[in-house]
């Protein structure tokens, strides 16, 4: 059972992962452009289902089971 975290939501990396390649085509700014990449490269080196994800930044928590 994977125990719910203050501040961060349950998702599955690869849904978090397709949103990252829609926002990323469809952003105007460099930088937020260039951080969505980092996170998308980070999150493609993960092996694990779910993750958490932070309701207010974006930070990822691999979830290890």
Avoid: P
Wanted: proline share 0%; with cysteine.
């Amino acid at each position: 059972m994977i125990k719910e975290k203050n501040g961060y939501i349950i998702a599955y990396r690869e849904h978090v992962i397709d949103n990252l390649i829609r926002w990323i085509s469809e952003t105007k700014s460099e930088s937020d452009k260039f951080l969505m990449k980092e996170d998308l490269k980070m999150l493609m080196s993960w092996e694990c289902e779910q993750i958490y994800v932070s309701e207010s930044t974006n930070e990822y928590i691999k979830i290890n089971k």
